[in-house]
């Protein structure tokens, strides 16, 4: 069966409110629905969470023993936690840092990544279709992995 995680990072909460000419009008409950929609039609066990407080996220990270794939959004904390990459590349766990408005088109600050290096890939600027996009690719990986 496998499992894939979906951790939401800082402000992802307030989706629907936030800026939707940045980051849209669906919810987070709304994005999670879709998620685990997804996950159910692969039979995969998925596990969404959202936290505002990073070291909560680094415990998440640090627990993934059981996870086959980590899906991320770390929000603000993409540009300035070395603790967050860390983690990720501790646990070893393939992971792919999503982000629902395009940051190489915003402000320059949220042009650089210091989590992208240590994931496979980073899904920027598709909206609320990037985690969907995301956990297609989870379920392939995982997938692909257990052929080999």
């Given at each position: 069966m496998g499992k894939?995680?979906?951790?939401?990072?800082?402000?992802l909460n307030l989706l629907g409110l936030r800026e939707p000419e940045h980051y849209g009008s669906q919810t987070l409950a709304e994005i999670n629905q879709e998620i685990l929609r997804i996950a159910?039609?692969?039979?995969?066990?998925?596990?969404?969470?959202?936290?505002n407080h990073e070291g909560v996220l680094i415990d998440w990270i640090q627990d993934l023993t059981a996870?086959?794939?980590?899906?991320?959004?770390?929000?603000?904390?993409?540009?300035?936690?070395?603790?967050?990459?860390?983690?990720?590349?501790?646990?070893?766990?393939?992971?792919?840092?999503?982000?629902?408005?395009?940051?190489?088109?915003r402000e320059a600050f949220r042009a650089n990544s210091v989590i992208a290096p240590v994931c496979i890939g980073q899904i920027s600027g598709l909206g609320a279709e990037g985690y969907g996009l995301a956990m297609r690719y989870a379920i392939a990986y995982k997938d692909r992995r257990a052929k080999e």
């Open positions: 894939i995680c979906v951790f939401h990072g800082p402000n159910k039609e692969a039979k995969i066990n998925t596990e969404c969470r959202q936290t996870a086959d794939f980590l899906i991320l959004n770390p929000g603000a904390w993409t540009h300035t936690s070395y603790a967050i990459r860390d983690a990720i590349s501790g646990v070893k766990v393939p992971t792919v840092e999503v982000h629902l408005s395009n940051i190489h088109a």
